[in-house]
């Protein structure tokens, strides 16, 4: 049995102690189960299998892609995340930026605000 609702990927049905790599499982994602069939081994629960076309519902082996979840992130938030060099770059210009003690005593003293608020003091 296979599930396609709003749910971004086929699922399938897998009764309890039916197949080898998903045992005690019921619904699992239908790319999970290609993948893991392809490799011979059940996946961690670490590694995400991406669709290089961001197609859910196409599980042709060739549209599969094992990441980790650092790499799954990268991937997805290529265009969102600085470079290193631009990191740096920023790390440099703040670091000669000091808070003066008025402004370390004007910070601490909202934080104390904040958790009186929060406390309901």
Known sequence: MVL?????YRRRYI???DHPLFLGRKWVDEH???MAEKLGRPLLKTEI???KDHNGFNNNEDNLE????GEHSRLH???HIKSTEEREKRKKALK????????????RQAQLRYHKQRKGV
């Open 49 to 51: 299998v991406h669709h």
């Open 96 to 107: 000669g930026l000091k808070r003066t003690p008025e402004q370390c005593e004007n910070i």
């Open 4 to 8: 396609e609702m709003a749910y971004p």
């Open 77 to 79: 938030n290529k265009g």
């Open 66 to 69: 094992l990441l980790n979840w």
């Open 15 to 17: 009764p309890k102690g």
């Open 32 to 34: 999970r189960i290609i």
